[in-house]
């Protein structure tokens, strides 16, 4: 989960700088940075964009104050928000960002794209599946597994996903795991490393092991275990 955050927290160091150049996220000015987004989407209601990165900062935010390690930048001391109120948040916003990304044809909403840049409907996909999959972490974190499930379900199937779907893989191993349903965590581990190929971590061998161990299959535990060390 943590990878997922240390994702989350990136992406929104870009909505920052798209509002502040090069300085990075500086996230005791957070509110600031929401209420540009907020203006944005009272101006064009079917601002995407807007809202998927009003998501990513409400998110972020939350999670930075969890553990301000996540983060360069991290909340004054003795300010709180109240982070399940701003995953709320998020979560409704995503849910914006993918319903205007099936109900709104893309031209209408990207319709002044510099030259050489990517084409309305790329973009308009491409924020919609991030939606899906920060969605999922969010319900994942607030514990509606089922909501989680469904929302990972849908980047995993897409092509369009490829390129992230091993984290979308990993997300559901580890909700299957604490849902005790190990042959599905299994199976989602075992995905993840088959994208990863020789890049996967150590800790994927590692959850893999231990359902291994846990239903008696034992060489496949140590095979698992052998890798991860090396």
């Known amino acids: 989960m943590r990878r997922i955050v240390l994702k989350a927290c990136l992406i929104a160091a870009l909505a920052f ?7 990075g996220p500086d996230f005791s000015d957070y509110e600031k940075t929401i209420a540009g987004y907020t203006r944005r989407i ?8 807007a809202y998927y990165f009003r998501g990513l900062l409400y998110m972020s935010v939350a999670d930075c104050q969890q553990d301000a390690s996540l983060c360069a930048n991290s909340l004054p001391k003795g300010r709180k928000i109240d982070e399940n109120d701003a995953y709320r948040k998020a979560i409704a916003d995503f849910t914006k960002a993918i319903e205007l990304g099936f109900d709104i044809d893309a031209a209408l909403i990207y319709d002044n794209l510099p ?6 409907e790329i973009i308009q996909r491409s924020y919609t599946l991030n939606s899906y999959y920060f969605r ?5 974190k607030l514990k ?3 909501k989680a499930i469904a929302d990972f379900s849908v980047t995993t199937k897409s092509d369009q996903y490829a390129d992230n779907s091993a984290d979308s893989f990993r997300a559901l191993g580890d909700i299957y795991r604490d849902l005790g349903e190990d042959e599905k965590a299994i199976g ?5 490393i088959e994208r990863d190929g020789g890049f996967v971590a150590a800790t994927i061998l590692t959850e893999r ?3 291994y161990a846990k239903r008696g299959e034992r060489e496949k535990a140590l095979n698992d275990a052998k890798k991860a060390c090396e």
């Open 17 to 23: 700088s798209a509002c502040y150049g090069d300085t």
């Open 42 to 49: 009272e101006k064009k209601p079917i601002d995407q964009e």
């Open 115 to 120: 030259p050489n840049h990517s084409p309305p």
């Open 136 to 140: 999922g972490t969010l319900h994942a």
């Open 144 to 146: 509606a597994y089922q």
């Open 188 to 192: 989602n581990y075992s995905a993840v």
């Open 209 to 211: 092991g231990k359902l």
